[in-house]
């Protein structure tokens, strides 16, 4: 990565952790993905050449930055959903400051909704939204997932109660290999490989 994208990088989450602090209203928040958490996504996308990826949750494109910045390197593309315009309109912003707007298509709305319509395959799928609904999609993503596929989630030790039914539902996944890491807030990461 180039020292202008690491900076950009590293402003973006300094403004997103002084909005967050300041702004009462949760539609408001930020709330990016911790830098490690979100070093690991693109470790993880460029090491395993996935190139088609899907992320619920833009927020500002903090992590979207990230994840296409990845995919870039791959020649891959990425989906991303949020149901909050003002923030995908920053998102659109901040990845064209990146020079990465073409990597990524930015879809706005419900995000069990739209994982309905979309077609997939996807070989990674990244959860950071709403919690409660992500078994939901998970459910209707399931039919849209290569093979050989990472489905990652954040917010595992932050947020246990939240993601308990997620976490349920994705363990009861027989064909995938699945851990908790202790990185940023807890990432879950479900393996499935398609070789085997
Ligand atoms: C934790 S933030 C995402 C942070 C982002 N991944 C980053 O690291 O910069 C969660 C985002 O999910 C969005 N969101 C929450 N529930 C949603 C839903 N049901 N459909 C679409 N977006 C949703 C919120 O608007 C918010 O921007």
Redesign the pocket.
Known sequence: MDSGLETLLAELYQE?QRNDTQEQER?KK????EPET?QLLSVLVRSGHRTRLL??????????IWLAWAAYAVGGHLIS????AH?QELADANLRRAGLRDVVQLVQ????QIVASLPGPFDLVFF???RR?APAQLELLLPKLAPDVLVLADNVLSHPDEIADYLEAIRHLSAFEHMVLPVGKGLSLAYRSGSV
């Open positions: 997103g539609s930020m709330l990016n993905l979100a992320e619920i949750g833009t927020s500002n494109g903090y992590s979207t959903i949020d149901r909050e923030k709305g419900d995000a069990t950071d939204a709403d609904s």
